[in-house]
C-alpha cells in the first residue's frame, strides 16, 4: 500500500524556524513535492525534491532522503501569513498522493 | 492563460440527483488530476488522466463516479444518485508531464458539493 505520515499541526511565532517532516511508503517513488493551502483556497506548489539533498527556496527549503524514505520542508523566518496547511505529496507511478497536511500557526 | 477553472464553484444537490462538475486546465498541460478534500484532510485522488487517457481511477472510487477527458483538453467528472457522503470539495489540478521527472501541479479553486 502508500501511506504518507505528517504531524497534524505546529505552532510557532513569527521570526521562528519550522520543520515539517513527512514519512513515506509507495512503490514507483518519483519525488516527494510540498503544497502549501490557505483555508478556503486551492493548493499551491511550494516545492519539489526528486533527488537525495535540500532545495531552497527563498524562506522555504525542502530535504529528501530516498533511502530513509524521508522529506522536511523548513520554514524559515516565520511571518503570519505562513499560517496555513502544508501538504506533503508523493509522486508515484506518475500520479500525486497527498498526506494528511500539517496546520502551522503563526503566533505574533 | 488564467489557470484551472472549475465550475461550477458551488453545488447544492439532492440526494439521489445526478451532478457533473467541469475543469478547464491549462491548455498546454497534457495531464489532468481530480481529487476530493474534506475538511482537515489532504485532498484525495480520484483519477488522473494524461491526454485523452484515463490512467488511473482510485479503487475507492464507487460505480457511481465516472470522469472523462474527451479531447485531452478540458475533463468533466460525474456522480450518479449522490449520497451525503459525497459532500466535499472536489479539486481539478493540471501539469505538464514530459517523461518521468515531476513538474508542478496547478490547483483550480475547486467545486463545492452539498447534498442535502
Known amino acids: 500500500g502508500q501511506s504518507l505520515e505528517q504531524p497534524s499541526e505546529v505552532t510557532a511565532v513569527e521570526g521562528a524556524i519550522v520543520q515539517i517532516n513527512c514519512t513515506y511508503q509507495?512503490?514507483?517513488?518519483?519525488?516527494l513535492s510540498w503544497y502549501q493551502q490557505h483555508d478556503g483556497g486551492a493548493p499551491t506548489f511550494l516545492s519539489y525534491?526528486?533527488?537525495?539533498g535540500l532545495e531552497e527556496t527563498g524562506r522555504f527549503s525542502s530535504f529528501l532522503s530516498r533511502s530513509d524514505s524521508y522529506g522536511y520542508l523548513l520554514l524559515q523566518e516565520l511571518q503570519m501569513k505562513d499560517s496555513a496547511s502544508y501538504f506533503c505529496?508523493?509522486?508515484?507511478?506518475?500520479?500525486?498522493?497527498f498526506g494528511a497536511g500539517t496546520q502551522v500557526v503563526v503566533t505574533p | 492563460d488564467t489557470g484551472v477553472s472549475q465550475d461550477p464553484r458551488h453545488k447544492i444537490t439532492k440526494r439521489g440527483q445526478n451532478v457533473t462538475f467541469r475543469c478547464d486546465p491549462i491548455?498546454?498541460?497534457?495531464?489532468l488530476y481530480w481529487y476530493r478534500q474534506t475538511l482537515g484532510q489532504g485532498p484525495e485522488f480520484l483519477t488522473y488522466?494524461?491526454?485523452?487517457?484515463?490512467?488511473?481511477k482510485s479503487r475507492l472510487l464507487s460505480d457511481r463516479f465516472s470522469a472523462e477527458r474527451p479531447k485531452g483538453s478540458f475533463s468533466t467528472l460525474e456522480i450518479q444518485r449522490t449520497e451525503q457522503g459525497d459532500s466535499a470539495m472536489y479539486l481539478c489540478?493540471?501539469?505538464?508531464?514530459?517523461?518521468?521527472?515531476?513538474?508542478?501541479?496547478?490547483f483550480g479553486q475547486g467545486t463545492r458539493l452539498t447534498v442535502v
Open positions: 525534491n526528486a533527488l537525495d
Open positions: 489540478a493540471s501539469s505538464l508531464e514530459t517523461g518521468g521527472a515531476g513538474t508542478e501541479a496547478f
Open positions: 491548455s498546454e498541460h497534457n495531464r
Open positions: 488522466f494524461q491526454n485523452e487517457a484515463q490512467l488511473e
Open positions: 509507495t512503490s514507483g517513488f518519483y519525488g
Open positions: 505529496a508523493v509522486r508515484s507511478w506518475g500520479k500525486l498522493q
